[in-house]
C-alpha cells in the first residue's frame, strides 16, 4: 500500500518538489558488520592502518559516542533505517534463512524519504530485513539492489564446519545456500568461498559505478559491507598485508573501499555536495577472538548492551556543514539519523510514530546545541529491556538481565569461536560514562536519585514498548511485515 500510495503521490507533485543536480546534497551511508570501536585507525586500530578513514575523519568529524539501538544484525539495521527502536517495529534479533517475516512495507525507510524527493536510491551488500521478495529492498524505496539476504554465516558452507560445535554445525547444514541477489531475482543461485573473497570490492565496484551514473542527480547509497563478520573472507589485494592477521586484512580491504569512493566523489565534483556517513551495527564478536574486532576500552561486545556492544566507531564528512577535524563525544544513535535527514533535504517526517530526533545542531557543532533526546534505551533478545541511559551520554543504568561474556578469558582461533557463559544481573547497576567509560565500577548506592530517575524513564518505555523480563505488554509496538 505505501509503494502504490507514494508512487501515485509523486505523480501529481511539481517538478519543484524534486531535488535538482545543482542543489542536491548527495547522502552515502557505508555500514560495517561486527566491526568494533577500536577497528579504526583514528579509535586506536592496533595491527593495521586506515588512512582512508583516518583521512575523512580529519576532513569530517569523528563521534565517539555514537551508538546502535541493538547490538545484533536484523535489529540494528532495521534501527538505522526507519529511525525506530527495532521492538517497535516487530524486527528482533537476527533473522535466519528460515524466517517467514521482515520489514513491513508499511514502514518508511531513509530511502522511501529520499525516493519521494527525487533521489536515485541504491542498496549494496547485506540486507538482513527479510529475505523473501515481498521485504526486500525493491519494496521499502530502493532502486537497485545488489547483495546477499542475510548474515554470510547462515550457509552450509561455513569453514571449518565439522570442526564447529555440534548444535552450531547441525543448524547451519540446514540452511540453504547463500544467494547473491540483483534487485529481486538471484544473480548468483550460489556464493562459493573463493566469490566471498570478492565481496568488498564487488560491493565497492557497484557503488563507484552507481555515483557514476547518477552523478546529475541528486542519490543515497546504503552500503552495507558483509564484512568483517565471520568468516573472514580478503581479496589477494589485501591477503597478508596486516600485522593482526586475517581480521586486519579485511579491515584495510574495508579502508580501500571507503577510499574508492570519496575519489569517485572527487572525480565527478561531488565533494562538497555529499553528505558521507561511515559506521558499524554492532560491536565486535569477541568469541571469535583473532577473527573478532577490539572494543577496546569498552566492555564485552556484540549480543550484550554494554557500551562494546552498542557503541561503535562513526564519522562523518559533509565540507561545509559538518566542521572538519573535529571530535564529539556528544551521546547519537543510528535511530536519530533518519529524522536528521529528513529536516536536511526538507521531506516530511514518516506518518507512523518513530523513535530519533533532529541532531543537526550536534553534527554541525552549533553553539548550545544539546540532544533532543532525554534518554536511550537498549533493548535485547525477544523485547527484554536491558539498559537505559541519559541523553547526555553520563549515565547508563542496567536492570536485571542475563547477558554473555568470555569472563577474561581469550576467544578463539583461527575462524572457531569459544564458549561464552552466561551471567546475571540481579539489581539495577549504574555507570558514570564519562567517567568510567570501561564501566568498572557500579555506583548505585552512591546516587540512589540517578538511579530512580532512569527507573522512571524505563517504566516510561515499558508503557509504550513493554518489557518480555517484567512482564510488560507493549501497547504502540507495529508487526513486522509476514509472509500470507
Known amino acids: 500500500m505505501k509503494t502504490i500510495l507514494s508512487i501515485g503521490l509523486s505523480l501529481c507533485l511539481p517538478l519543484a518538489a524534486f531535488a535538482s543536480a545543482a542543489d542536491q546534497t548527495n547522502i552515502i551511508i557505508i555500514f560495517t558488520d561486527d566491526q568494533g570501536y577500536a577497528d579504526v585507525g583514528c579509535f586506536g586500530a592496533e595491527g593495521f592502518e586506515t588512512p582512508h578513514l583516518d583521512r575523512m575523519a580529519a576532513e569530517g568529524r569523528k563521534f565517539t559516542n555514537f551508538h546502535v539501538a541493538q547490538a545484533v544484525c536484523s535489529a540494528s539495521r532495521a534501527a538505522l533505517l526507519t529511525g525506530c527502536y527495532p521492538n517497535?517495529?516487530?524486527?528482533?534479533?537476527?533473522?535466519?534463512?528460515?524466517?517467514?517475516?521482515?520489514?513491513?512495507?508499511?514502514?518508511?525507510?531513509?530511502?522511501?524519504?529520499?525516493?519521494?524527493?527525487?533521489?536515485?536510491?541504491?542498496?549494496?551488500?547485506?540486507?538482513?530485513?527479510?529475505?523473501?521478495?515481498?521485504?526486500?529492498p525493491l519494496r521499502h524505496g530502493f532502486d537497485e539492489f545488489l547483495g546477499i539476504p542475510y548474515s554470510n554465516d547462515m550457509w552450509p558452507l561455513h569453514p571449518d564446519m565439522d570442526k564447529l560445535a555440534p548444535s552450531v554445525a547441525a543448524r547451519r547444514s540446514a540452511f540453504p545456500p547463500l544467494p547473491m541477489i540483483e534487485d529481486d531475482g538471484i544473480a548468483n543461485?550460489?556464493?562459493?568461498?573463493?566469490?566471498?573473497?570478492?565481496?568488498?570490492?564487488?560491493?565497492?565496484?557497484?557503488a563507484v559505478s552507481f555515483i557514476e551514473r547518477h552523478k546529475d542527480e541528486p542519490f543515497f547509497i546504503y552500503l552495507a559491507h558483509p564484512m568483517p563478520h565471520v568468516p573472514l573472507y580478503v581479496s589477494e589485494k589485501f591477503e597478508g598485508k596486516s600485522e593482526q592477521g586475517l581480521y586486519g586484512d579485511v579491515i584495510m580491504e574495508i579502508d580501500w573501499s571507503v577510499g574508492q569512493i570519496l575519489e569517485a566523489l572527487e572525480t565527478h565534483g561531488l565533494v562538497d555536495n555529499t553528505w558521507v556517513v561511515f559506521t558499524s551495527d554492532n560491536g565486535p564478536w569477541l568469541s571469535y577472538g583473532d577473527h573478532?574486532?577490539?572494543?577496546?576500552?569498552?566492555?564485552?561486545?556484540?549480543?550484550?548492551?554494554?557500551?562494546?556492544?552498542?557503541?561503535?566507531?562513526?564519522?562523518?564528512?559533509?565540507?561545509?556543514?559538518?566542521?572538519?577535524?573535529?571530535?564529539?563525544?556528544?551521546?547519537?544513535?543510528?535511530?536519530?539519523?533518519?529524522?536528521?535527514?529528513?529536516k536536511t533535504i526538507g521531506a516530511d517526517l514518516p506518518e507512523l510514530p518513530i523513535d530519533g530526533r533532529d541532531v543537526r545542531?550536534?553534527?554541525?557543532?552549533?553553539?548550545?546545541?544539546?540532544?533532543?533526546?532525554?534518554?536511550?534505551?537498549?533493548?535485547?533478545?525477544?523485547?527484554?529491556?536491558?539498559?537505559?541511559?541519559?541523553?547526555?551520554?553520563?549515565?547508563?543504568?542496567?536492570?536485571?538481565?542475563?547477558?554473555?561474556?568470555?569472563?577474561?578469558?581469550?576467544?578463539?582461533?583461527d575462524g572457531l569461536p569459544a564458549s561464552y557463559q552466561m551471567r546475571r544481573i540481579t539489581a539495577p547497576e549504574l555507570y558514570?560514562?564519562?567517567?568510567?567509560?570501561?564501566?568498572?565500577?557500579?555506583?548505585?548506592?552512591?546516587?540512589?536519585?540517578?538511579?530512580?530517575?532512569?527507573?522512571?524513564?524505563?517504566?516510561?518505555?515499558r508503557a509504550d514498548l513493554g518489557d518480555a523480563l517484567t512482564g510488560k505488554p507493549a501497547t504502540r509496538a507495529r508487526q513486522p511485515g509476514r509472509l500470507e
Open 189 to 206: 543461485p550460489e556464493i562459493t568461498a573463493a566469490d566471498q573473497a570478492q565481496f568488498t570490492t564487488v560491493f565497492t565496484e557497484r
Open 432 to 461: 558514570h560514562l564519562k567517567d568510567d567509560i570501561s564501566e568498572t565500577t557500579d555506583v548505585a548506592a552512591d546516587y540512589p536519585e540517578v538511579v530512580q530517575q532512569l527507573l522512571e524513564a524505563a517504566d516510561h518505555i
Open 361 to 413: 545542531p550536534l553534527l554541525f557543532d552549533e553553539p548550545g546545541a544539546r540532544n533532543p533526546h532525554d534518554h536511550y534505551f537498549f533493548y535485547y533478545n525477544r523485547n527484554e529491556l536491558h539498559a537505559v541511559t541519559t541523553a547526555d551520554g553520563k549515565w547508563k543504568l542496567y536492570l536485571p538481565h542475563s547477558y554473555r561474556t568470555l569472563a577474561g578469558r581469550p576467544g578463539g582461533t
Open 88 to 136: 517497535r517495529i516487530g524486527i528482533h534479533g537476527a533473522l535466519g534463512p528460515n524466517a517467514r517475516t521482515g520489514l513491513s512495507t508499511e514502514e518508511t525507510t531513509i530511502a522511501d524519504l529520499l525516493k519521494a524527493k527525487g533521489y536515485a536510491t541504491c542498496a549494496i551488500g547485506k540486507w538482513h530485513l527479510g529475505h523473501h521478495p515481498e521485504f526486500l
Open 292 to 342: 573478532g574486532g577490539s572494543a577496546k576500552p569498552l566492555r564485552e561486545g556484540k549480543g550484550t548492551a554494554w557500551e562494546g556492544g552498542t557503541r561503535v566507531p562513526c564519522i562523518m564528512r559533509w565540507p561545509g556543514k559538518i566542521p572538519a577535524g573535529t571530535t564529539s563525544d556528544d551521546m547519537l544513535m543510528t535511530i536519530d539519523l533518519l529524522p536528521t535527514i529528513a
